[in-house]
């Protein structure tokens, strides 16, 4: 969808992926020390939710989205919050600080790009993003589960790979789903990356 789409669904109230909650596995991983406090990005903040979240925990967050009624409404939500800053800005065309941020998060947004090369342009863009050692960790919808007309895109783990591994390291990648392994909720994909510190090496040829 273009940014005017996006835009339109937060004017309209037509939200299905804002859950008013934290997310689950974002909230596991911080409870359990895998992520810590930070400077965090978030990409596709929607109305906060996340980065607030992140903020009471002791990240300073940057919340970017294309839709500017979704910073709007998480400007308000966020008012007192000094932790949690809000932007409209596209992750795959406007600047970013180089090695600016310990932590960068999305839900569901490397996911709605159709095009490998978009989709690799986002990790690269997300590894500029960081700091040496610096985690990303991001909500992808996945090809498991029964067929369906609706929620998030899907995409294979061959598509996540060919397009993460170029530009971050891989730690984990499993398949869960978008509220935590809550039966009924659509499959996903939860990945975890850290800033390359070297190139990955081409597949082994014998």
């Not at 930070?38 to 967050?61: D, H, K, Q, V, Y």
Request: glycine share 10%; charged share 25%; with cysteine.
């Amino acid at each position: 969808m273009s940014a005017q789409e996006w835009n339109a669904n937060y004017i309209d109230g037509e939200m299905p992926w804002d859950t008013r909650e934290p997310d689950p596995i974002l909230v596991d991983l911080v409870r359990s020390g895998t992520l810590r406090a930070g400077r965090g990005l978030e990409i596709g903040s929607g109305t906060g939710t996340n980065a607030i979240w992140l903020a009471s925990r002791g990240f300073e967050m940057l919340g970017m989205d294309i839709a500017p009624k979704a910073v709007e409404m998480a400007r308000e939500k966020a008012a007192g919050t000094t932790k949690a800053t809000f932007v409209v800005a596209d992750i795959l065309s406007d600047p970013l600080s180089a090695d600016n941020f310990d932590f960068v998060f999305d839900r569901g947004c490397f996911h709605i790009f159709d095009e490998a090369r978009q989709r690799t342009s986002f990790a690269q863009r997300v590894s500029d993003a960081l700091r040496p050692g610096g985690l990303w960790l991001s909500l992808i919808g996945s090809t498991e589960g029964p067929p369906r007309n609706y929620g998030p895109p899907r995409r294979s783990a061959h598509d996540i790979v060919s397009s993460v591994e170029p530009a971050l390291e891989i730690l984990r990648l499993e398949g869960s789903n978008f509220a935590g392994d809550q039966t009924g909720a659509p499959a996903a994909w939860i990945c975890l990356a850290r800033k390359r510190e070297s190139p990955a090496q081409e597949s082994t040829k014998r």
